[in-house]
Structure formats: structure tokens, C-alpha cells
């Protein structure tokens, strides 16, 4: 530490935080955004010009399944770096394009090729395991040319905690390159397994060598040439697509195929009088198809890229809540995963008991050895609750109680959790407290080690009772019980329904903080709440577990300017004694979570409240990339219509960064879903000025189909039915 910067007092309490997994940025960041693509278990990240630049703490790469397959992937252009004229991923997410063009070359210290005089399109998809690009040149000289086009690649075989920071003791071995109708590069791990990463070519290089080959092409004026190159990769033997099975010959019969499976992933159509917000609609739906991925157990939505392009349970389940009023077939598919990966024993190692539900699960060298605990993690106390709260609302919205009578096993067993591990004292709330040394220290949405903590700044000692997780709590214990009503056993919902009332009175009077406005982010192991104002409480109002007059004071404290950035709601106020606009959890701005306060907000009926962040988050999405909401954004004020605070590795896309659009409407328009009375109710609701109109087309409600367009006016919105097939009631409240 500098002399000039006092060390000040050592903080004990962070000797209990194990920090072993972090996300490292301890490097400037690029300043032109990267780009993304994804499909299945593989994702591509890398920079505006399409290049993949080796790097210390750089995350671009080419992965899957946890392992980086590619560490660069370098173009040069007379043996430089080209200019970027522009680059884009397509509104679907499937193509990634971008313009360059040469520099000033000299010859001898003349300019012998002027800037400008040739042009490089690259073009570039991800799909089935393969990544395939078109590398075209044009010559708009008025001579001849022969341009030599360079390319420099290698492979790391990193896995993704090793590229997000973790020191490992011992890697594998890097075997010896192989070069022939392609170039091979290979790696056997500590786990015994052979990973490959295999690059081939349709035109044969003029010149190859260690990592490189080399293209002379011959370009006569206003002529082109291209270079198709293909990367695949493998481990123990399994390949993906091959350069002759995906080329640029067949990308439209690919983009077919992904678009249908696009109409049959979001089933109903949105869209809006403003073609600004349509592109934050139509950017956060393609998001959520390519997040979307098919696993052993159903379609699941991974939570982001590059970090988290996995399995979260807290994610999926928030994502299916977001998308619940549009595409139920989301929460289907999450709560199908999820009762299959639910844990059946107790092991400490994984944080895991019986009945309790995924935290993440991940493939990977690191997570097959144990070197890190999140192969399949049981980390989080929420995801439990919010599983059983997500099955109630998806019967609410579908009538499917032949899919909650299939699930229900799974349910019992997690409120069976919620009963006895989930409350390790005994005193009706649900706590937690890791059980290994490798394995979360915050175990809630807010997850980091300092992310729970005192008026002081003194950070709270297991076990760690978060307000927002004993709101899903009585959601999940009410819901439960509607539930068993419907499946006729009425004792066991009366049972649940008593449980469920307890959780509230005892919450309002532990909670409660009259002088703060709000309820307590926690308590913490002596039972002593952390008196600090977060945005932790406007959960509850989605869980609805607040008083309406309680309800009422969370509102407004959470749109005071302490917490309401101008951008969102901050994760912590900005009166707190750990408020930095800069940190992950404790002060920033996450679209989820403001989502997640709107539609708690609406379930009140402040509507005009849920509009006011509706109408921040619009804001921010037509100021960032691609109008893609990034998982977070710093939390710093919004100085009129000056752009946001970037977070220097927020995952994009997020899916429950993108889901938030949709959620936000819904909360915004007051709207409610009841497939078993085949009814729609839009209570209170409102639009922002900045649209007159949003219309749905074939929404479906049980067998019932029909298209609505909702309307703005001063004080409330109309509503008219466009078509309608089958019995569907539409209730409006003002």
C-alpha cells in the first residue's frame, strides 16, 4: 500500500469472507462495447473489430461448456491492424457484421495505399458448437493489388474461473499442435479429458506457421475475394458442425431454423407507437430467445454472458416471472429443471439439503475437479420459496393443473425445506449460513460478501435473515395452500395458510423501521435488523406481504431522490454509510430489480410510480449498445439527459436484464392474467408520454386467443379488443 494512503483500522469481519471466486477488471476496459454471440452451450465474445485480443483479464473468447476454445483470433492487413468503420450484431442476435478498412500504407516512407482504398466486410455466426465467418475484401483502387490477409489464433483452454480471476495450483497439459487440411490446437485437463479446438479453412493459406496463416489475395479494381474460416471445437471426441456442414452457402436456411424456433420460444407479439422503445422490445426478445437453452430437462433460460452462461435457479425463475404474462411455456420449462436438479441430501460441500432448490450448475474443468463448489450448488435460501411461488403463478396464468399435479412432489419437498433447514432456528423466518468455506457468504439476490450490513457499515453475522426472502416466504406458503385447495385437500391448506399468516405478523413487527420508511434490509444472527434503507423491500411489495399502509411509505421512500437515480432505483440509498455507485450491489442500478419494485408497486396500485421507472429504464436503453439493458449500471445521478455510468463487467445480455422490459409493462398497465375465469384485468393502468399505444397480438389465455391494444389517455389507459377467439373477459379497474 502507497505511504501516502493510511492503512486505517483492519475490518475483522471480513476474515470470514472467502473471495477466492471473484470477477477481476483490474485493467482498463475497452472503451468501443463488445459484441456477443451465443447458441446452446457456446458463446463468442469479442471486440467492435471482430478480433479476439490476447489480454490480461480480458474475457473475450470463444467458450463452452466452461472452457475457453479459443484465447485470439487476430486480423491484420499488410501485417496491421485495420481501421473499424462500423460493426453490429443483427436485431436477432444470429449475425455479427462489421466494416474495416486499411490505415495509411507506406512504402519507403511514401504512402503507397492511401487510408480507405480497401475494404474488409467480416461476417460471423455461432451454431451447433461451430463458429464460421466470411472474411471479404474489395479493391477500390484503380490498380491492381495483391493483399496479404493474416490471421493469428490460439487456444488457452482456460476455464471461465480462471478467465474471471481465480489463481489455480496446477493446470493441464498443453498438447503439441497438429496442422493439415486445418490447424488443431488440444489440451488434456487434470480431469483426464482431451478438449480440441479445430480451424478450417475453404481456401488453402499461401503461408502458415506457429498460430498463424497467411492469404495473398489478388484483387484487379472494384474486385473481391473472400476467406471463409470455421472454428470448431471438441472434448473426448465430441465434435460440432464442421466448415462443410455450416458455411455461408446454407446462413439462410440457419436463420430460418433459429427464427422458427424464435416464433415457437416467444408466442405473442408486442409492440408499441414508438420506434425507439419497439427496438428495446425487439433487442430484449432476441436476448431471451438466444439465453434460452435446451437441456436434458427443458428449456431453460441461462442468466448471462460472459459470466453466468448457465443455469442460475434464482435467474430462471425471475426471467419466467418477467415473461409470465406473455410466454408461460418459460416458467414451465424453469420449474421442470429445477424440480429435476432439486436436491435430494444434505452436503455441505455444495451448500445443498434436501428439497432445496439449484443456485447454478456448471460444466467445466474446475467444476468437475471440485475445485470450485458450483458443479451443482445449493447456495441461495430465495430460489426455494420463489420456485413455489413461480408454480402458483404459473397455474394462475395457464389453468394447468395436470403440469402442478406432476410438479407437486417437488413442491412439498420444498416447502418441507422451508420448514425445517430453510429456518435452522426454529423462529418461522428463513436464514442462511454456508456450511463450507468454498461456498457463498451472501446467499440472497445481493450476493456480495459486503452486500449485507449495518447502519454502521459493519456487516451483519450469519445466520442472515433477508427481508425479501421471507415476502417470498408468505407468497410461497399462500400459494401452496391455494394450491392444495385445488387438488382438494383442504386440511393442508388451511395448515399452510395459518404458516403463511404467522410469517406476516411476525415480519411486520420484526422488520417494520418507522423511522426509515421502509423495512429492515435484514436480520442478522443475534436478531438485530440491519437499519438501512435498500431496495431489498420493494420485493416484498411484489410478494405482497407489506400492510397497504406500509406498502404506501416503501413506495415513497424508494422514489426519493436517495434511492431513485433519475436511472432506476438504486440498490442502496445513497444515505447509507457502504453507498458506492460504483460497487456491484451496494448502490448500483440492476434493471431486474427495479423491474421486480415496479410490478410490487403496482400490486399496491401505484402505477404512476411503476411508470416513472418504466420510463427510466427506456431511457437507458436508448442510451446504451444496442439498446440492450446491461445486467447493471452504476449508480451514480442522472445529470439530465447525459448518458449513463457503464459497470466495467455487467454481463450483456442478461436475461433478466432483458425480461425487465416486460415486466415493467405489465406493472405499468396494471395488468392481470386469470386463465381460470378465462378473464385479463387492467387495473389503474398508465403509459409513459413518450407512448400513445401498445398492442398485443395473439396472446393466449387457455384456449382463448386475442388481440388488445391498449391506449394512453390522462389519467388512465383504454383498452380495445382488436379480435378475439374463444371466451376471454376484459375487466378494467380506474
Known sequence: MPASLPEGPRDPSLEHFDQRFPIIADSERPITPLRVLKHGDSFAVFDARG?????????????????RFLSRYELRLYGQQALLLSSTVSADNLVFEADLTNPDLRRDGVVAIARGEINICRTRMLWNACFVERIQVTNYRLDHLEVPLSLY????????????????????????????????????????????????????PDRGGQNRVMWTLALEPMATAAVDVCVSYEADGLVGASVFELSFDNVSAVKKASRGQARHAFCCDLASSSSIFNRWLERSSSDLQIMMTDTPYGRYPYAGIPWFSTPFGRDGVITAFEMLWLNPDVARGVLSFLGKTQATSSDDARDASAGKILHEMRG??????????????????DVTPLFVMLADAYYRRTGDLAFIDQLWPNLVRA???????????????????????TGLVQQGWKDSHDSVFHADGSLAEPPIALCEVQGYAYAAWRGAAQLAQ????????DEWLARAERVRVQFERAFWCDDLGTYALALDGNKRPCRVRTSNPGHCLFAGIASPERAERVCATLM???????????????????????????????????????????RYGFTGAARRILTAMADLSEAVDLHRLPELICGFPRRGREYPTLYPVACAPQAWAAGAVFL????????EIDAPRQRITVSRGRLPETLDWIRLTDLAIGDARIDIR???????????????????EIVTVK
Do not use: C
Not at 51 to 67: C, M, P, Q
Not at 157 to 173: K, S
Not at 175 to 190: E, I, N, Q, S, T
Open 415 to 437: 416447502l418441507e425445506w422451508m420448514e425445517t433447514s430453510g429456518d435452522v432456528d426454529g423462529d418461522g423466518f428463513l436464514e442462511y449460513a454456508r456450511q463450507s468455506e
Open 486 to 493: 385445488l387438488r382438494g385437500d383442504r386440511h393442508l391448506a
Open 364 to 381: 467445466g474443468e474446475m467444476a468437475d475437479l471440485g475445485e470450485v463448489p458450483f458443479g451443482r450448488y445449493y447456495g441461495s435460501v
Open 51 to 67: 478480433d479476439i485480443v490476447a489480454r490480461e483479464a480480458s474475457e473475450e473468447g470463444l467458450y463452452h461448456d466452461g472452457t
Open 664 to 671: 415493467l409493462l405489465a406493472a405499468t398497465l396494471g395488468v
Open 153 to 204: 489464433f490460439d487456444a488457452d483452454f482456460a476455464d471461465v474461473f480462471e478467465v474471471r480471476g481465480t489463481r489455480r495450483v496446477r493446470r493441464g497439459e498443453r498438447l503439441p499442435d497438429a496442422a493439415g487440411k486445418g490447424y488443431v490446437m488440444r489440451y488434456r485437463g487434470l480431469d483426464d479429458r482431451e478438449r480440441r479446438a479445430l480451424l478450417q479453412w475453404n481456401r488453402r
Open 560 to 602: 426519493e431522490d436517495a434511492s431513485f437515480a433519475g436511472w432506476g432505483v438504486r440498490t442502496v440509498a445513497a444515505t447509507e454509510r457502504r453507498f458506492n455507485p460504483q460497487s456491484y450491489h451496494n448502490g448500483s442500478i440492476w434493471p431486474h430489480d427495479n423491474a421486480i419494485i415496479a410490478a410490487g408497486m403496482a
Open 710 to 728: 391498449l391506449e394512453r389517455h390522462t389519467h388512465d389507459v383504454g383498452v380495445t379488443v382488436l379480435r378475439r377467439e374463444g371466451e376471454v
